[in-house]
């Protein structure tokens, strides 16, 4: 057994059991079917809970966050305090997770009418029992169940607002999302057209110069730069580009944004390829963030 979790104990998912051990904070990555009975019994224990599970990502009081793009989301806490319990954050899919954080510094500068995206996703993302070796060699799988309509549910929750309950944003969404022979890292094809005329160049000055409440913070599991734009014409790729971000500690933390160029075919057209690390981004990093900012805010 590894040193480093040879001394972890396995309790059972028991409020009591944890606040005997001194437990402060629950983070939940349950199967969905299980989260859902697990992490309301926590929130009704009064414990604070930062969840990477679905079960509770659409309730009308509960936040569906990415630090960086939707942090003021965070208010719909003082709803859930109401109840005299604790208090429940979730974190979205993780293909929806490079999607809108590569979005939002154009929604903030140009608005968004349309978003297409079809989306080449890793073999981690399924688990380990997701994909059989046989069914993914030589292959590609061009269906993951539910995701697509996750994906577009998601993410006009997180581009939306918050004024004392969820107003969704104004965008229409198309998804298609396939499962490929890659072990690690979301790649995503992009197509969008933006409310006001933009150039690849004014879409990548946004992105790079984009930074959220984790960068204003100095939060230690926040990158530098939220987005990394890369000119090359073959960038970003899983192997090379996964593990982005810096400082050292913030590594695989990062969206990767390349290719970024105009579509004809679209009104005030832009397309782009994006990859983001799906297990570190796209859920536990995620997580540890959202309990960081959290932290920060004097919340937890």
Sequence with gaps: MPEGVRDIVIQPADPDALRREGVELVFSALPSEVAKIVESNMVEAGFPVV????????????????PEVNSEHLAALDEQRKKGKGIIVTGPNCTTIGLAMSLKPIQLKFGIR???????????????????????????????????????????????EYQGGFKFANIKVGASCHRVCVLDGHTEAVFL?????TTPEAVKECMREF?????????????????IVREEVDRPQPRLDRMSGAPERARGMATVVGRVRSEPALDNGIKYVLLSHNTIRGA????????ELLKAKGLI
């Excluded at 989306?119 to 993302?125: E, K």
């Design 51 to 66: 969840a990477d599970t679905s079960a509770h990502r659409m309730d009308p009081d509960v936040p569906l966050l990415i």
């Design 114 to 160: 349309r978003v297409l995206v079809s989306t080449m996703q890793a073999l981690s993302g399924a688990g380990f029992f997701g994909v059989p070796s046989m069914a993914i060699l030589d292959n590609l799988i061009p269906y993951i169940k539910n995701e697509e309509e996750k994906v577009a549910q998601e993410l006009l929750k997180i581009l939306g």
């Design 193 to 197: 057209e933006t409310v006001e005329e």
């Design 211 to 227: 930074r959220g409440e984790p960068q204003r913070l100095s939060l230690p599991s926040a990158p530098v730069r939220p987005i």
């Design 284 to 291: 536990a990093g995620n997580a540890i963030l959202i309990a």
